[in-house]
């Protein structure tokens, strides 16, 4: 079976950084586009960004852009989400996808697997 399972979430106060990693199995991470998204109390899905295959490419929403930064390693069939300033609005569930489209902005129904989600909150 695929599984995708997220770690690193946790409470964190404003300002502070938070590592979030998401380990694969049952799937040869390579083939996949790898990304995050995150979910808060009463909002849709939102997507945070994606990383190519090769690790080449990267794509964050706005609002993520400059604060967070996703990396791979193909051979733990591991990603990772650095997040630094975190804000209280990135409080959320985060979850770990992985989807075999071919553009770097999958919709949540492109997701082939899902991770179960980690959650990080921020305080102020």
């Known amino acids: 079976q695929v599984q995708l399972v997220e770690s690193g979430g946790g409470l964190v106060q404003a300002g502070g950084s938070l590592r979030l990693s998401c380990a694969g199995s049952g799937l040869t991470f390579s083939n996949y586009l790898m990304g995050w998204f995150r979910q808060a109390p009463g909002k849709e899905r939102e997507f945070v960004g994606t990383i190519s295959r090769s690790g080449g490419v990267k794509v964050y929403a706005d609002s993520m852009k400059g604060r967070f930064t996703i990396s791979r390693d193909n051979a733990k069939n591991a990603m990772y989400l650095q997040m630094n300033s975190l804000e209280p609005e990135d409080t959320a569930v985060y979850y770990c996808?992985?989807?075999?489209?071919?553009?770097?902005?999958?919709?949540?129904?492109?997701?082939?697997?899902w991770g179960q989600g980690t959650q990080v909150t921020v305080s102020s």
């Open positions: 996808a992985a989807s075999i489209i071919q553009h770097m902005y999958p919709r949540t129904r492109e997701v082939n697997f």
